[in-house]
């Protein structure tokens, strides 16, 4: 699975920004996308991620404020980021997951994008 993101930058603060990421590859069987993000100095955490099915995860930090969308059938995943903050400054990673379930256990397969910046600085 190759994930090519996009739309990173430098935005004010109560700025927005979209960010954009395309899934080729061997993407059957992808059952979550989602974004995560890693500021200097601090672990990578999850941002927003988004099932198949539509259902939608936030951290806490950005609920309200971000919201993630996905098209099937482009197999892309977006983050429209409102009203960021400069806390939101990090490096933003693309992830596709891949759920495989049995009847005695549950193994996820994780996919990475190259990071996009975001900067949120007056």
């Known amino acids: 699975v190759q994930l090519q993101a996009s739309g990173g930058g430098l935005v004010q603060p109560g700025g927005s920004l979209r960010l954009s990421c395309a899934a080729s590859g061997s993407i059957v069987g992808i059952n979550r996308m989602g974004w995560y993000r890693q500021a200097p100095g601090k672990q990578r955490e999850l941002v927003a991620t988004i099932t198949s099915g539509g259902t939608t995860n936030y951290a806490d930090s950005v609920k309200g404020r971000f919201t993630i969308s996905r098209d099937n059938a482009k197999n892309t995943v977006d983050l429209q980021m409102n009203s960021l903050k400069p806390e939101d400054t990090a490096v933003y990673y693309c992830?596709?997951?891949?759920?495989?379930?049995?009847?005695?256990?549950?193994?996820?397969?994780?996919?990475w994008g190259q990071g996009t910046l975001v900067t949120v600085s007056s």
């Open positions: 992830n596709a997951a891949r759920v495989v379930t049995t009847p005695w256990t549950s193994r996820t397969y994780d996919y």
